[in-house]
């Protein structure tokens, strides 16, 4: 019989049972429904709601199938239909009549938003420390690689060089952003919806800011019928993944290019790739791919918990119980992901004479050729066009930029001097974009500088 089964006189049936059981699921937080019911217990006994000795007897009681649930020798029971009642029912079984008092004032509404909530703080808590090792790995790879220049692209064409340093710390800053993106999950999970009861509070004398301070919320939430109704801050934290596995799937879309034959500006490590069953040579990017890939689970689970959300009248509704999964299932997938991303970057190698090579290719210095006519008093409109002919007169006679002679730039304007063609090397037309946020050498140590003291702050 269930806990509640007193107004019943039949049961439903075993499927119907599993169908409307959250036990599974709720697994993954029952540290947290413990965590909550001491503090509930607590705070009754200090309100004078249930006695000492009670709440010594539940504490204990609770104690005892916390270690158990931790090694793994709890009893769970399939008809225990979330992980609630699996815990109140064991406790009463445990130590009798004081079990039963714990439910006072309370109501599974607020005990499984208040695990929810516990819950989140700490995937939250653990996704940080995830961000925090990727990020510093862009950092040591960007340190690592100083100097390294590469093609810039825009359109995936050859458009200007950059460092390879830059390109890394390109993705810091979006994952720096991330992280910011998970402080506010957090911070949206950290308030205590106990004591809300079942919608309309309680008229027992709880005090709400105790089990607050006991379960180390922020403030309690001040509406029952929002405390109770409001996952919100789950969306925030599906956004907040989601937003993470994009850039994460930008990252692993370059590698997954990087790493072909065509670009070779990276070899993974063995230890990140795959072979294929039939084709002796291959050495696939697999781990690249699925982390791709894994970014439209990720995107699906906040499409979800959305779509469960809307038009949901006030306040509780079973609805609510389909709100765990997705954020966990999100959380675990960006976890994995950004250590694979971590360990990825970290060991693979790093081709820069390919790179460099392919940064001349393209016409990579046009700009510049237009920006020296332009320093010499040509109207940038104007150098554009000329620098656009000379594209086209390299582009007919199978030239690049760098392959002209003095005469040649000079057909094209006499305010090209000799040696223009020594200006145009990769690495010193990366080295002039000296401006901040620029690709040149001394504006990316300082980036580099800045982004660090950004990881030690956050
Ligand atoms: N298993 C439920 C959930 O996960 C707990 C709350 C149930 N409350 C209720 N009135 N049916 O949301």
Known sequence: ??????????????????????????????????????????????????????????????????GQIANGSFAWDVNDEDIHMAVEGALTRNIGTPGARLHTGRSRNDQVATDIRLYAKELCSHLMEGNRSLRRVFLDVAEKNMGVVMPGYTHLQHAQPVLFSHHMLAYFWMFTRDYTRLVAARDAADANPLGAAA??????????????????????????????????????????????????????EE????????????????SYSTGSSIMPQKKNPDFAELTRGKCGRVYGDLMALLTTM??????????????KEGPMDAAKTLSDCMEIAAGMLETMTVNADVMLDQARRGFTAATDVADYLAKKGMPFREAHRVVGELVLYCE???????????????????????????????????????????????????????????????
């Open 396 to 458: 007919k006679h199978g030239k690049g930029l760098e392959d002209l002679t003095a005469d040649e730039f000079r057909a094209a304007s006499d305010l090209f001097d000799d040696g223009i063609a020594a200006d145009l090397d990769p690495e010193g037309i990366a080295r002039a974009r000296t401006t901040y946020g620029g690709t040149g050498h001394s504006a990316v140590a300082a980036q580099l500088e800045e982004a660090r003291a950004a990881l030690a702050a956050a």
């Open 255 to 270: 590698i997954v290019l990087w790493s072909s034959t065509e670009f070779g500006f990276v070899t993974l490590s063995d």
């Open 199 to 252: 919608l309309a509070g309680t008229t027992y004398p709880l005090d709400r800011q105790r089990t607050t301070e006991l379960l180390g919320f922020d403030h309690a939430i001040p509406n029952s019928l929002d405390a109770v109704s409001d996952r919100d801050y789950l969306l925030d934290l599906e956004y907040a993944c989601s937003v993470s596995m994009m850039h994460l799937s930008r990252l692993c």
């Open 310 to 323: 809307k038009s949901l009248p006030l306040a509780y509704n079973k609805d609510l119980q389909e709100c």
């Open 1 to 66: 019989m269930a806990l509640w089964g007193g107004r019943f006189e039949k049961g439903v049936d075993a499927f119907t049972q599993e169908f409307g059981a959250s036990l599974e699921v709720d697994k993954a937080m029952a540290q947290q429904d413990i965590a909550g019911s001491r503090a509930h217990a607590k705070m009754l006994a200090e309100q004078g709601i249930i006695s000492e000795p009670d709440q010594q007897a539940i504490d204990a009681g609770l104690a005892d199938i916390s």
